[in-house]
């Protein structure tokens, strides 16, 4: 009886295997079909995506690149969202700050926005690695495993991330954005995975803000860095941002 | 008294055996009927000949070619991808009679047709958008 038992058992497993094998296959060439496709184009660690702005060209209370980044990504007057929020709960990717010397009275107007740390304190602190870095050094949110704990709003010294507290409705095709998860300026990778520069950049008017290849001496952001004095903003910290600023 | 329990719990294997076997033989059938029960397969005018694979095997499948390729697109940069969201909406989005572009999650349209009907929720579009950009949208 035990016997028979046993060969009914093996046979039922025999069964169930051949079923899996049937049901499987396509799984099983759709790894092989991505293997063979996959192109050695996207991010390159050869490179590092980095910005100059000019504050002496900055003028002020201009806001061309706020609103540049509002209708490229989707948030702000760029969009019919988040009208629940309070002005303090609403996303901000990048916004204008204006410093003032306390002795001369001189002010100097700048955008501030994610300045894409080659050290992110955000990354550091995820739990769950949505927040990381490309290897071209554009600091991204992986809102498909963002859990909206907010710890790397915390942590950011440049108060560059957002919050969605709200459902959203009308967002961009190339910026996805929803409730419960964090969001930052992406350096518009959808753009510069192409080819292109970041809206901001391209829309200012004054021409105070330059994107290149920081890592290639012959870019003209390279060149320019290498003639003009800049600085990085809370250098101190030794994060080492992308965005640097002159003039200030 | 024992062989008769083991006979017992043996029929009741076969039985459990059954449905599970019978259950998924049903989902498959399903999965390949896609036009009966309200289930209908609509392509807009925008979509070219095919899908970027076999109808059979996106109907079961494209939630692992669409996982597979977010994170090669978020990630790695590579944005020339099969399984893209922002295609899929270009293709399958419809119009209404005023030309108004309807978002794919409506109610019957491409994706919530299916997915109702199976009963699987659908969390995509909490993120991403419904409609391709520049287009007029109906009104919700």
Known sequence: MSQDHNKSRRHFLGQAAATTAVIAPGITLMTIAQANQDQPHGASSSKRWGMLVDTNKCTDGCTDCVSACQQENGWGDGSSDESLSNPQQKAQWIRTVTIRDKQTGHTNQLPMMCQHCESPACVDVCPTGASMKRVDGIVLVDKHICIGCRYCMMACPYKARSFVHESLHDQKSNSPRGKGTVEACTMCVHRVDHGDQPACVEKCSSGAMMFGDLNDPNSDISKKLAEVDSTQIRADLGLNPSIRYSGI | ?140
């Open chain 2, 1 to 140: 008294m024992l062989s008769q329990m083991l006979k017992q719990i043996s029929r009741q294997r076969v039985t459990v055996v059954a449905l599970v076997l019978g259950s998924l033989m049903g989902y498959a059938s399903i999965a390949q009927s896609g036009d009966r029960d309200g289930v209908r397969s609509s392509i807009s005018p925008n979509a070219g000949d095919s899908c970027v694979r076999e109808t059979s095997w996106m109907r079961r499948n494209h939630m692992e070619l669409l996982q597979h390729d977010r994170d090669r697109t978020l990630r790695q940069g590579i944005r020339s991808v099969d399984g893209s969201i922002k295609g899929c909406v270009e293709c399958h989005v419809q119009q209404d009679d005023h030309g108004n572009t309807v978002a794919i999650n409506a109610e019957n349209q491409f994706c919530s047709s299916c997915h109702a009907f199976t009963s699987v929720s659908i969390d995509c579009f909490e993120c991403h958008a419904t409609t391709p950009d520049s287009v007029k949208r109906a009104a919700k």
